[in-house]
């Protein structure tokens, strides 16, 4: 073996060399060793960056090398030795042994034509681990079982809430739901336009359509007249049987019946006529000849009504044409007939009666769509009146026939005195309940209308009376007879009627005192009772 020992030799190092000794005698080494303890390695050190030289290759070593100057203490002058290569302490696998520096040596830079050599060590090796803690498991369950408590219970608070909305505007929709219905139907007391009494009337303004029909009978050329009246606020609907007897106005004043203004002033006048005697609006004129109302029966598949009477046949010993007895289904040519007949000394109010038992059985048959109903009108292919097109008389009689159909359909008759005018009665039970129950505000520049009702013994002074009226541009309506009275009068009923009634109080020549508020007639803006003061010219 050589005696001289390899400096790089990691397992057998070189000795350290003595430079001198202390005033003890004690031997003193080289400062390297010392260098060594200073630079040895740490493993939680930051390493130091590189600039392209080895971190490891510490320079202070290149200057030290073995010509390095130390003096032992309280020394001046010693020997001078190299001092041996520091020679680190073999350290255990996995443990990297540090570098050792070289003496006077240095190691390669890396360029670019050859690559940084590996590492001895990766940073990647070192990791700080905290001990676990016992009940750190515990404390995080704890955590996440709060947390999913109060998730839970926000959600449970989220989900009643959504509820309590939901349950809240259900109600309201069909609390409004509700009261719309009851509203629209009229059923909510003080609320509606209109209170509804007994016997189908309602207080206030009400809407109606009435339309005038002319049954015409072809084998006798009679004529059976009657009024369609559809209340729409109260949902009602009437058949007004008028009375041929029944006197009306012509266009000069003059009186005249309901037949014979069928007849001579055709279905305009006598339509006019009607709505100044009753105080209403006819929207239009139905004529409907006994050919036609076959074929309307026919075409609803016949009516079902209970005859009053026995209509005999064509021939003597024939069956009769129409049995009595109740619920008897009549086809077209059956209703046509019991329509018609009059029975010998029967009253004209039987006859008119009868045609009114027709006319509601025909509604209650025929369909309550307006267009269906207007097929059924066109169907019939009659000459209609132009006030009354098909398209409307077709509505108007679905409306009828929705009434019908429900059982809000009644059928009355207007009384008339045997003069042919109206009397009280008429005036209350048909004209103010079922036509209006007042006088509606006349149109722009129509005339004002004035009821006459003779209360002075002398049957001429209601034409005289009649005759003056006219003449200063007033529409005439008679009211009949009344017990005498002494002195004349001028009622109004409405204060906005109080001018007018003075002015009538002028034309007839009575005084202003004759001039009260009362009780007008329902059909008539002012009433007039001629008293045995009033002098006939």
Sequence with gaps: MNDQQNPYDPYHPPQPQIVGYDAYGQPVYQQAQQH???????????????????????????????????????????????????????????????AVAVPEQRRPVPGPERPEPEREYRTEQFSFVEDPDEDSEDVIDWLKFTESRSERREEAKRRGRNRVVALVVVLAVALIGGVGYLWSAGKIPGLSDQETEQGGTASGPQKRDVIVLHLHNTKNKETSTALLVNNATTKQGTTILLPNSLSVANDDGTTTTLAKSVDDDGSTGTREAIGALLGTKITGTWRLDTPYLENLVELVGGVEISTDTEVPGAKK?????????????????????????????????????????VIQGVLRKMSDDPQSATVTVQTLAQILDPSLPDKDLGASLAKLAEHAKVGDYKTALLPVQEDGTLSEQATSSVVKDILGGSVSAPEQGAAVRVGVRNASGNEDATEAARIVLVNGGYAVVDGGRADTESSSQVIYGDAAQKAKAEEVAKTLGLPAGAVEKGTAAANADVTVVLGQDYEVE
Excluded: I
Aim: glycine share 10%; net charge negative.
């Design 36 to 98: 060594e303890q200073q630079h040895q390695y740490d493993p939680y050190a930051q390493p130091q960056q590189s600039y392209g030289y080895d971190q490891y290759a510490d320079t202070s070593y290149a200057q030290q090398g073995y010509g390095y100057e130390g003096y032992a203490p309280g020394y001046d002058t010693a020997p001078q030795q190299p001092a041996p290569p520091d020679v680190p302490e073999p350290q255990p696998h996995p443990e990297p042994a540090p």
């Design 317 to 357: 010993g024939d069956a009769p044409l129409v049995p009595k007895g109740e619920n008897q289904t009549l086809n077209g040519r059956m209703a046509v007939a019991y329509a018609t007949h009059r029975g010998s000394g029967e009253a004209e109010a039987k006859q008119l009666e009868r045609f009114g038992q």
